[in-house]
């Protein structure tokens, strides 16, 4: 069953087979909890929040799902959907005063690339760096490089042309650039 396309799981689920959801959800766990986590600026705890609620949606609106795109361009919009509706809140801001990194049961969000003990630092780097772009630079690049979703997919998700999902990907990746290029030259 594994073997299944997320399409077809999804339709199973839909029809009522409980092990499509199952499997789709441990397929998607940890990069859909790691772009959240990313997107609201590393809020861990609002990040794990966020994440249930993703399910929820995907769980109650099962009926709603059409095989028309791929279940991960869809998956990743309810996401995307949800991180911005919390940025917009009020509840964003009052968070920002407060705030626990500690965490059970969730994986360390991580870097491709970026296994080795020695490369914590340069991954925390990025990460900072990620952080501080604007929130659509930031979710074009979490969505394209390290999802590896084509501008027009991103382009759907966003509404967006793809041309200017290029374009701002493009300006993304010059910012993170200029951010990172003196601190791993050594001139902070």
């Not at 991954?123 to 084509?150: D, P, Q």
């Amino acid at each position: 069953m594994n073997k299944k396309t997320d399409e077809e799981l999804m339709m199973m689920f839909k029809t009522g087979n409980s092990r499509g959801f199952e499997i789709l959800f441990e397929r998607y766990r940890t990069r859909l909890f790691t772009f959240i986590f990313r997107m609201l600026g590393q809020k861990r705890e609002t990040a794990e929040d966020l994440f249930q609620e993703v399910y929820i949606n995907v769980y109650k609106g099962k009926d709603f799902y059409e095989p028309t795109s791929r279940f991960s361009s869809w998956l990743f919009t309810i996401a995307r959907n949800h991180c911005l509706n919390y940025l917009k809140s009020q509840k964003y801001r009052e968070s920002l005063k407060t705030g626990s990194l500690d965490s059970e049961g969730f994986p360390e969000p991580s870097v491709p690339g970026t296994s080795d003990a020695g490369e914590k630092d340069n991954r925390l780097m990025l990460e900072n760096a990620l952080s501080t772009l604007s929130e659509t630079y930031r979710e074009i690049v979490l969505l394209r490089a390290v999802e590896g979703f084509s501008s027009q997919e991103i382009g759907e998700m966003l509404n967006m042309n793809p041309t200017t999902v290029r374009s701002n990907y493009y300006r993304a990746r010059m910012e993170l650039k200029k951010k990172l290029l003196p601190v791993l030259e050594g001139g902070e």
